[in-house]
């Protein structure tokens, strides 16, 4: 069974940065494109991210140049690098494993974790 587990959510002020990070068991993270998405109170989830294996990746037009998605393979890891972030970036991020190599935003996700807090907040 696959499972994906979140970290490294928290409070953070506006114009600062977290790293969050996902870790993929119960399968190997090279046959998967990863991607995050959020979801903020009363709003639809969202691509935020996405890579494949061939590195190939896509992001939100409101995350482009601060964020950043990277993934390591041997240790079943993905990665979100946010940087300069803002009041609006607050949300429930969520890690998703996608069978395929599409790195379209309208691919669903097949496995879901369940999700990190991130609150951007002075």
């Known amino acids: 069974q696959v499972q994906l587990v979140e970290s490294g959510g928290g409070l953070v002020q506006p114009g600062g940065s977290l790293r969050l990070s996902c870790v993929v068991s119960?399968?190997?993270?090279?046959?998967?494109?990863m991607g995050w998405y959020r979801q903020a109170p009363g709003k639809q989830r969202e691509l935020v991210a996405v890579?494949?294996?061939?590195?190939?990746?896509n992001f939100a037009d409101s995350v482009k140049g601060r964020f950043t998605i990277s993934r390591d393979n041997a240790k079943n890891t993905v990665t979100l690098q946010m940087n300069s972030l803002k009041p609006e970036d607050t949300a429930v991020y969520y890690c998703?494993?996608?069978?395929?190599?599409?790195?379209?935003?309208?691919?669903?996700?097949?496995?879901w974790g369940q999700g990190t807090q991130v609150t951007v907040s002075s």
């Open positions: 998703a494993a996608r069978r395929g190599t599409s790195i379209a935003a309208s691919t669903p996700g097949n496995y």
């Open positions: 119960g399968s190997f993270l090279s046959i998967y494109t």
């Open positions: 890579i494949n294996n061939g590195g190939s990746t």
